[in-house]
Each structure stands twice: as structure tokens, then as C-alpha cells.
């Protein structure tokens, strides 16, 4: 976790440094309502692991590797006002643990890669601080939203029935906190950090404004 929160912190001084250099060929620019955001969120330390270990024909699942792409977000925001903004967020998510699994029945061992597929929309609400300089941004918010899930088991790399998955618990709805900035080095473009409880941890990435 401390090397994760060290990359964070370096990523985030790239970002910076990258648009304090250009902004300083840039004229000033004024403030924009509308945001259009590409993000990545780099995979955590944390390992993801099934909830469940057996299915509904009592297969009993052995998952030893473990691995995901990090999230990759897009989204949009709209100040209602100098202070409040209005918005919605798209992110992706796929994870993946691989392993064996015994079936119930013969006691035959296959391998198996089980692969989640996580889709998450959410409303956002954020308060914008007051800050003169109009190329910064430093906003905290929230969100509510939904989740949703696609899921594919694949045994001897062969994909199966949804009978075979293991037991797999989804919770509809999505909440999350957060603060970030934004820094734009023209009138248009310019780069963004969030970190956030309720999703990725940290993600990172550029904007469009007008």
C-alpha cells in the first residue's frame, strides 16, 4: 500500500509539472461550465478474490492467481453555479482469478479462469472551493449510482453455462466519496487526479473544457 500511495503521489507531481510548463506559454484562460474527463485508475495492491468457492453443483474452486486491468473511467461535469457542479460517471473494471476447479461428481480437476467484467454509472454532485486562478480547479463531492456485473467461467479454456459459476453476490447500487483537481494548461485541455472511497482509489488523467 505505501509503494501504491508513493506512485500516486509521483504521478500526480508529473501531471502538475506538465501543465505549470506549458501554462506558462498559454494566456490565461476563463472559466469553463462543461468537463469532458479520460481517466485510469491504477489496479491496487489489494488481491480480488471470488466470494464464493462452490457452485450450484457443490464444484469446489481453487483460485491461486490473481490480477486486474485497473480501472478506466470517463466522465462529464457540469457547474450548475461557481460553487456546485452536476454529473455522471462511467467506469470499467475487469478482474480475473485463475485456478483449478474439482467437480463434485467425478473428483476430474480442470483448470479454470474465472473473468468479472464491472460496469459502474453514477450521478455526482461536487462543491467547487473558491480559488482565483481560473485554470485550477479543487472540487469534493459524492456519487450514487449503479453496478453491474458480466461475468465469464472458462474451464479448460472453454467457455461454460452460467449454472457452472461460482455463487457470485452483486450490490446493485454504488456509492462514492471524493476530492480531486484540475489543472488546465489552455483554454481547453488540461489534466485531472481524484482520489475516492467507492471505487478507484486513485485515478488520474486529461480534459476537455467549454
Not at 474439482?102 to 459502474?120: A, C, D, K, L, M
Amino acid at each position: 500500500m505505501k509503494r501504491l500511495i508513493k506512485k500516486m503521489h509521483l504521478f500526480t507531481g508529473m501531471l502538475l509539472l506538465v501543465g505549470t510548463c506549458v501554462s506558462a506559454q498559454e494566456e490565461p484562460a476563463t472559466k469553463s461550465k462543461n468537463y469532458l474527463e479520460v481517466s485510469y485508475g491504477p489496479p491496487t495492491n489489494l488481491s480480488f478474490r471470488a466470494l464464493s468457492t462452490t457452485n450450484d453443483d457443490q464444484d469446489q474452486f481453487e483460485f491461486n492467481k490473481f490480477n486486474n486491468l485497473g480501472t478506466f473511467g470517463l466522465r462529464y461535469d457540469h457547474l450548475l453555479n461557481p460553487s456546485f457542479s452536476l454529473g455522471i460517471d462511467f467506469y470499467y473494471l475487469q478482474r480475473k482469478s485463475s485456478g483449478t476447479v474439482t467437480e463434485y461428481n467425478t473428483g476430474i480437476q480442470s483448470n479454470v479462469e474465472y473473468i468479472i467484467n464491472r460496469f459502474r454509472t453514477q450521478i455526482r454532485v461536487a462543491y467547487h472551493f473558491p480559488i482565483a486562478n481560473p485554470n485550477l480547479d479543487v472540487y469534493l463531492g459524492g456519487g450514487i449510482g449503479i453496478n453491474n456485473q458480466f461475468r465469464k467461467l472458462l474451464i479448460n479454456g472453454t467457455a461454460t453455462s452460467r449454472d457452472e459459476y461460482p455463487y457470485n453476490i452483486v450490490f446493485p447500487v454504488s456509492l462514492r466519496t471524493y476530492a480531486g483537481l484540475r489543472y488546465s494548461f489552455s483554454k481547453h485541455f488540461g489534466v485531472n487526479a481524484e482520489v475516492g472511497i467507492g471505487g478507484p482509489l486513485f485515478n488520474a488523467g486529461f480534459h476537455f473544457r467549454f
